[in-house]
């Protein structure tokens, strides 16, 4: 492991064309940056961690500018960044967006993409669903909730039970989630998810609740929007998910029905149109029974969906990302095999049911991963597993949709999970 991230450092840079400076190290900096070197673009990362996932594959030693060490909710940080920027841009959306507000606002010519008024709507998921609802596109029925257990009961009353109440920011991995039965669940509910009268009100957290989807299938487009709002969408893939954490994605999506793959295109594109400012972002959705298509959330970034993009695609997310808020020409989303799934390598995982069975390290995991033909491995150089931790992932190609089930077998079966 050491020596594939000791190779890795070796990159040199040739020329600059430009420094783009993006906050966020965590795996989706990290594949970031392997394009951005192939195309001579400087990154300096800002992330609490020194060597976050992203700063061990861009060495500052070949740079001009250290890698930043601090959180990007501290104002200061932020500040520092944008001060040393051409164009600031996110992995996570849980930044300072004020801080942003006012680097755009300052003398220097900086510029940030997606646009901070887009990040500051899609970081509250409340506020993005006002956003998306008074544009009328299609999500699931939803009312904000206060932090008191009258609240919690009242939204079941009129959203009915089962619902998802869910954290306003700061959310993911469901990590935000509780899913509310009953009446009885309302302090457990407000506790889960740091909102009880223990914590303190400032700390409190803030909430909103959703009316349960009852969902065939869940997928997901990533779209790329251009800074001259040109808008292009990657194909519609099956995201699905164990314990609220994606677990695994088959692209490209295989409906009977055509019109799905064009509703849900059409649904995200639409979506993404309505916001500000250039770069890559994540469209998950919900598939009903009748083919209906609901916008479950947001991601102003790239997105976990669309890891497979790397392999499968002729310009992967990351690239389009990079090329997006560069303004460079975007390069064609079609993917160029006929069938990909990507499945993430998590830590061990939470759920009861699956603790009984010995679960394989990622070690073994990656074993056998090597041994499949089509199968590239991806690791994220992260120091320490915790349970549903994203430790890495595999994106296996092939000539159609058989092959490639046939080629992940290998992993479910070491994982103890069925096919799906
Ligand atoms: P991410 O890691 O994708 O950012 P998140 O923490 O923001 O996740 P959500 O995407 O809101 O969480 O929800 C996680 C999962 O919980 C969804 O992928 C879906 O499986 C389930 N879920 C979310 N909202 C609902 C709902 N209203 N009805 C039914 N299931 C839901
Ligand atoms: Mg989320
Ligand atoms: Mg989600």
Same mark, same amino acid.
């Given at each position: 492991?050491?020596?594939?991230?000791?190779?890795?450092?070796?990159?040199?840079?040739?020329?600059?064309?430009?420094?783009?400076?993006?906050?966020?190290?965590?795996?989706?900096?990290?594949?970031?940056?392997?394009?951005?070197?192939?195309?001579?673009?400087?990154?300096?990362?800002?992330?609490?961690?020194?060597?976050?996932?992203?700063?061990?594959?861009?060495?500052?030693?070949?740079?001009?500018?250290?890698?930043?060490?601090?959180?990007?909710?501290?104002?200061?940080?932020?500040?520092?960044?944008?001060?040393?920027?051409?164009?600031?841009?996110?992995?996570?959306e849980h930044i300072?967006v004020d801080?942003?507000?006012?680097?755009?606002?300052?003398?220097?010519?900086?510029?940030?993409?997606?646009?901070p008024s887009t990040l500051r709507t899609i970081q509250d998921k409340y506020i993005q669903k006002e956003w998306l609802k008074a544009r009328s596109i299609s999500i699931a029925p939803f009312c904000s909730v206060e932090a008191s257990?009258?609240a919690v009961?009242d939204a079941g009353?009129s959203l009915?039970?089962?619902y998802m109440l869910k954290s306003r920011t700061l959310a993911y991995?469901g990590r935000g989630n509780y899913v509310v039965?009953?009446?009885?669940?309302?302090?457990?509910a407000l506790?889960a998810l740091g909102a009880?009268?223990?914590?303190?009100?400032?700390s409190r957290r803030k909430l909103y609740a959703e009316k349960w989807v009852?969902?065939?299938?869940?997928?997901?487009?990533?779209?790329?929007?251009?800074?001259?709002?040109?808008?292009?969408?990657?194909?519609?893939?099956?995201?699905?998910?164990?314990?609220?954490?994606?677990?695994?994605?088959?692209?490209?999506?295989?409906?009977?029905?055509?019109?799905?793959?064009?509703?849900?295109?059409?649904?995200?594109?639409?979506a993404?149109?309505t916001f500000?400012?250039?770069?890559?972002?994540?469209v998950e959705?919900f598939?009903?029974?009748?083919?209906?298509?609901l916008i479950n959330e947001i991601a102003p970034?790239?997105?976990?969906? =669309? +890891?497979? *993009? $790397?392999?499968?695609?002729?310009?992967?997310?990351?690239?389009?990302? #990079? %090329?997006?808020? &560069?303004?460079?020409?975007?390069?064609?989303?079609?993917?160029?095999?006929?069938?990909?799934?990507?499945?993430?390598?998590?830590?061990?995982?939470?759920?009861?049911?699956?603790?009984?069975?010995?679960?394989?390290?990622?070690?073994?995991?990656?074993?056998?991963?090597?041994?499949?033909?089509?199968?590239?491995?991806?690791?994220?150089?992260?120091?320490?597993?915790?349970?549903?931790?994203?430790? =890495? +992932?595999? *994106? $296996?190609?092939?000539?159609?949709?058989?092959?490639?089930?046939?080629? #992940? %077998?290998?992993? &479910?079966?070491?994982?103890?999970?069925?096919?799906?």
């Amino acid at each position: 492991m050491r020596l594939l991230t000791l190779s890795l450092l070796l990159r040199i840079c040739i020329a600059k064309i430009s420094l783009l400076f993006t906050s966020g190290g965590g795996q989706l900096g990290r594949m970031l940056a392997y394009p951005a070197s192939l195309l001579n673009i400087d990154l300096v990362i800002l992330d609490p961690l020194p060597n976050a996932p992203a700063k061990q594959l861009v060495n500052p030693l070949h740079s001009s500018v250290n890698h930043l060490d601090g959180p990007f909710s501290d104002s200061d940080y932020v500040t520092k960044l944008a001060s040393m920027a051409d164009v600031l841009t996110v992995e996570i959306e849980h930044i300072n967006v004020d801080a942003l507000d006012a680097a755009q606002a300052s003398s220097k010519a900086i510029e940030v993409h997606p646009a901070p008024s887009t990040l500051r709507t899609i970081q509250d998921k409340y506020i993005q669903k006002e956003w998306l609802k008074a544009r009328s596109i299609s999500i699931a029925p939803f009312c904000s909730v206060e932090a008191s257990e009258q609240a919690v009961r009242d939204a079941g009353k009129s959203l009915g039970y089962p619902y998802m109440l869910k954290s306003r920011t700061l959310a993911y991995d469901g990590r935000g989630n509780y899913v509310v039965r009953s009446d009885a669940d309302a302090a457990a509910a407000l506790k889960a998810l740091g909102a009880g009268p223990e914590v303190d009100e400032k700390s409190r957290r803030k909430l909103y609740a959703e009316k349960w989807v009852p969902f065939e299938k869940e997928i997901a487009v990533m779209v790329v929007r251009g800074k001259n709002g040109e808008v292009r969408s990657y194909p519609v893939v099956e995201t699905i998910h164990r314990d609220s954490i994606c677990h695994l994605v088959y692209a490209p999506l295989r409906v009977r029905d055509p019109k799905i793959i064009a509703a849900a295109k059409q649904t995200a594109e639409r979506a993404i149109a309505t916001f500000e400012g250039a770069g890559v972002f994540g469209v998950e959705m919900f598939l009903l029974a009748d083919g209906a298509i609901l916008i479950n959330e947001i991601a102003p970034r790239p997105h976990n969906s =669309g +890891h497979y *993009t $790397i392999e499968a695609c002729e310009s992967s997310q990351y690239e389009n990302h #990079l %090329r997006a808020v &560069l303004g460079l020409p975007l390069g064609s989303t079609e993917m160029k095999v006929q069938s990909a799934v990507m499945l993430n390598f998590l830590g061990p995982p939470t759920s009861t049911s699956l603790l009984s069975r010995s679960q394989p390290s990622i070690d073994e995991l990656v074993k056998t991963a090597l041994n499949i033909p089509g199968c590239t491995v991806h690791l994220y150089g992260k120091a320490e597993s915790r349970p549903g931790r994203k430790m =890495g +992932h595999v *994106t $296996i190609v092939g000539a159609s949709d058989a092959e490639v089930r046939t080629r #992940l %077998r290998p992993l &479910l079966l070491q994982l103890g999970v069925d096919a799906q």
